[in-house]
């Protein structure tokens, strides 16, 4: 038969090193409420003995993406006694991070705060570049040495700023040749102060058709994939985009502005297309040479050099210049003026040689170039002139001479003897 002791199951409950027998029953509830109650009066003691965080300032305000802001955490002691070895520490979650240093710790340490005062702690917070436009908390946690258990406590910061807005600030390789083929490197930005996605860098199309219809492309055209895909720029962010241009081969020898189309999203998703232009110089480059033409010897040895101009570009302001070490240049400098491309001038002059032989020539070509800037080109040639040295006597002309006067003389003999 069972009793009603059987089901009378004793319990033990420890509670601050007090141990209470109690037996399940009537009175069980009762002394639960009362332990429940006390837990409660506990916590509520220990959480009394820590001051109240009453307010958090940031500055700028709205936080920047990519940038610090300064976080004023303000404590406030409404108790009756003072509340020793406070110290206050902000969490670091996305998209925020205390930035730390020997004399800037976190958690800070802000000591003793008397009753009825008030305390501030400072931190330094990095805001991520990939923050959007809307409002993150950061949890700000406050304990004390008097106290087993923190209050942390959730407090808003505006993240926002700028749309995000992407410039090409600077290219590589902007110097062209006509009929060039060359791949050109663009450095963009985002000068905003949030995310750009899906980055696409591209040059548009730019023609234009005549009145009987034709297409007339422009000079500098792309070659192979008109665009360029980049993918994310955070703010403040450089990256590299590379797109292939090809320049005609009657293109004119001048600076040229070409349009570059730059697409992205914002984080609603929203693209935007902002137009840029890039300037880009098309030029020659000017390739002097010079060849012995035509030499005769008539006492000096007189040469005729043609000068030539094989590449792209035109030298202005051309002056040749002959130097040898082996005898005297009548005419040693000449001016000629313009060398368009393919361009030729002579230049005639005799030179006395000290001796026959074989003679080296240094020919000097001074230009201005198309940014009028001095060049210099030295071709060495090489001349030969004869002797120029008094022969000796012709001895065997000399005999023929004598002969032939003796003959003539002899006849004449005859001839009036006769």
């Known amino acids: 038969m069972i009793t009603k002791e059987a089901n009378l199951v004793p319990k033990t409950y420890l509670f601050k090193g007090f141990t209470k027998q109690i037996k399940t029953g009537s009175g069980w509830m009762k002394n639960k409420l009362i332990v429940i109650l006390l837990v409660m009066l506990f916590a509520a003691g220990a959480m009394a003995a820590l001051p109240e965080v009453t307010q958090v300032a940031y500055s700028p305000s709205p936080a920047i993406p990519g940038s610090t802001i300064t976080v004023i955490v303000q404590l406030e002691n409404n108790e009756t006694t003072a509340q020793n070895g406070i110290s206050v520490q902000l969490e670091n979650t996305y998209p925020f991070t205390v930035k730390t240093t020997d004399s800037e710790t976190n958690p800070k340490l802000v000591g003793n705060i008397d009753k009825s005062s008030k305390a501030i702690a ?4 990095y805001v991520d570049p990939t923050a959007e436009n809307k409002s993150y908390s950061i949890p700000v946690l406050v304990t004390g040495s008097n106290s087993q258990i923190g209050t942390k406590k959730d407090f808003p910061i505006l993240v926002s700023g700028n749309e995000p807005q992407i410039k090409v600030v600077s290219i590589v ?8 083929e060359k791949q050109i490197q663009f450095q963009l930005q985002n000068v905003g102060t949030s995310p ?5 860098i591209e040059i548009p199309e730019d023609r234009t058709i005549t009145a009987t219809g034709s297409v007339v492309e422009r000079e500098i055209t792309p070659l192979g994939a008109a665009a360029d895909f980049v993918g994310t720029i955070n703010p403040g962010e ?6 292939k241009v090809s320049v005609s081969n009657t293109a004119t020898i001048k600076n040229y502005t070409l349009p570059v189309d730059v697409s992205y999203r914002n984080a609603t ?3 935007t297309t902002d137009k840029s232009y890039i300037g880009l110089k098309v030029f020659s480059t000017v390739d002097m040479d010079a060849t012995l033409k035509d030499q005769t010897s008539n006492g000096s040895t007189d040469i ?6 094989k590449g792209l570009g035109k030298a202005e302001f051309t ?12 005419k040693p400098k000449q001016f000629i003026g313009s060398l368009g491309p393919n361009d030729v001038d002579t230049v005639k002059t005799g030179i006395n040689f000290n001796s026959a032989g074989t003679h080296a020539v240094q020919v000097k070509i001074t230009y201005l170039d198309a940014d009028a800037i001095t060049k210099t080109k030295e071709i060495a040639i090489q001349v030969t002139s004869k002797d120029t040295v008094t022969e000796g006597p012709n001895i065997l002309l000399i005999l023929v001479i004598i002969i032939v006067a003796g003959f003539l003389f002899w006849n004449f003999a005859l001839k009036k003897k006769k």
């Open 122 to 125: 400072t931190f330094i917070v």
């Open 304 to 309: 005729t050099i043609e000068i030539f101009n």
């Open 319 to 330: 002056v040749v210049e002959l130097l040898t070490e082996d005898g005297t240049i009548i």
């Open 196 to 200: 750009a996605y899906d980055v696409v």
């Open 173 to 180: 390789e902007e110097k062209l040749l006509p009929g060039e």
């Open 269 to 271: 998703g929203t693209r």
């Open 238 to 243: 450089k990256i590299t985009a590379t797109l």
